[in-house]
């Protein structure tokens, strides 16, 4: 059942793999032999009693998979494609409290409430507020000559976005990237996190939105919080909902944001062509090309919720299936010279925000005007930045992170 495209025992989800690179090699072969593949593993490694996934490597495919919730269920085993294999059942069971794990229809009713935060009036009136955050961001960067381009630029204004959508005071916006840094960082042994303490940062994390909630419901005030959660009964989110709805946000509208605006700076400063022209026409189609250069989120995962066919294969209700947005978003069929970054490319129809379907990304708006209004501050205040190290992968099972990009800003 193994795809004899692969050396034996190739896993895309293998973390020391994408410590170095993304196997986009690989999701070529199987788009071409296999496009839906099973890959084994050994039995539980990834956290689940199974012994594999399918991989969907095709654009088309990713797209069928992520629009039919009733057949590829994101509650059943979640989202996550692969956790640690000594993490206990209970404690991927309290992750489905999560909107990214639930199906409709309560994936629904949750997400009818919270996207009231990501009306285009809600994220046009941040604008003027993240347009000066991103200014002093890159100002602040530069008066200190040379820097890890992740942590003096790329993490801040995210953060700040956060704490300015959620109302969360800005003083505290470094122990949102401490806790949801511990959550996702538990595969990287450099940063000696374990599975232990991103299960205890979630839950400070959690404890944390709970109180913001709890103080708002006793006096609410003009920020989306109080719109969320200031009258449960008139259909708005309780406390522990909110709680884990900051927790989503912590890492996807944290993490993911600022891993495209690493990957988007590498790619500027290898492709210098690109960066010249982007300094001399900022074209609106360049957040796009960033994000699906960059494909934060290389995979999530489905559950088959009953026997069904994809691309030709016949999957086992009970069998998960690995939706690979990196190779959906280099799939020559839909991509003219996918290899190439262009930030002119036109139309763009990538993955990374999701393959459509329910769990289509809420803050796209917001994450492609953050990408903006950085990559504009930063060609206006440091044209000349360059790098002067390789950067440093995050090992990650499904996060394609830069977690160090030494640069001059001189």
């Not at 001399?280 to 989120?297: G, H, S």
């Not at 290899?339 to 809420?362: V, W």
Request: charged share 25%.
């Amino acid at each position: 059942m193994s795809c004899p495209a692969l050396p034996e025992g190739f896993d895309f989800t293998d973390p020391d793999l994408h410590e170095h690179r993304v196997p986009l090699p690989e999701f070529a072969q199987l788009r071409q032999t296999a496009p839906v593949s099973w890959i084994p593993q050994r039995h539980g490694i990834a956290g689940y009693e199974d012994d594999g996934y399918w991989a969907v490597t095709r654009h088309a495919d990713v797209k069928e998979v992520s629009t039919r919730p009733e057949i590829f269920s994101s509650h059943r085993n979640t989202a996550i494609i692969r956790f640690n294999e000594h993490i206990q059942r209970d404690q991927i069971e309290v992750q489905k409290l999560i909107m990214l794990n639930m199906d409709p229809p309560e994936h629904t009713r949750v997400r009818q409430i919270v996207q009231r935060g990501f009306t285009p009036r809600a994220i046009r009136s941040l604008e003027d507020a993240l347009h000066d955050r991103a200014t002093r961001i890159v100002a602040g960067a530069k008066e200190n000559g040379t820097g890890d381009f992740v942590t003096d630029i790329a993490c801040e204004l995210p953060l700040q976005a956060i704490a300015e959508l959620i109302g969360i005071p800005q003083q505290d916006r470094s122990k949102i990237f401490d806790w949801s840094n511990k959550m996702v960082a538990y595969d990287d042994p450099e940063l000696a996190i374990t599975e232990e303490i991103g299960a205890e940062s979630a839950m400070e994390l959690i404890s944390y939105a709970m109180n913001l909630a709890s103080d708002r419901k006793q006096c609410p005030a003009k920020d989306i919080v109080s719109a969320l959660v200031a009258a449960e009964d008139q259909g708005n989110l309780g406390s522990d909902e909110f709680g884990f709805f900051v927790l989503l946000l912590a890492v996807a509208g944290n993490e993911t944001t600022r891993n495209a605006i690493s990957h988007g700076m590498h790619a500027f400063l290898t492709h210098p062509e690109q960066w010249e022209l982007f300094k001399r026409e900022r074209p609106a189609t360049a957040a796009d090309e960033i994000v699906r250069w960059a494909t934060p989120v290389m995979s999530f995962q489905r559950t088959a919720t009953q026997d069904t066919t994809l691309g030709g294969q016949a999957i086992r209700a009970g069998q998960r299936v690995g939706v690979f947005y990196s190779s959906a978003n280099n799939d020559p069929e839909v991509f003219d010279r996918p290899e190439a970054f262009d930030i002119t490319r036109d139309p763009n129809p990538h993955l990374g925000f999701g393959g459509g379907g329910p769990h289509f990304c809420l803050g796209k708006s917001l994450a492609e005007l953050e990408i903006r209004l950085i990559f504009n501050a930063i060609a206006d205040t440091l044209p000349g930045i360059r790098l002067t190290g390789a950067p440093r992968r995050l090992r990650s099972a499904w996060l394609n992170g830069i977690k160090e990009l030494r640069v001059s800003y001189a």
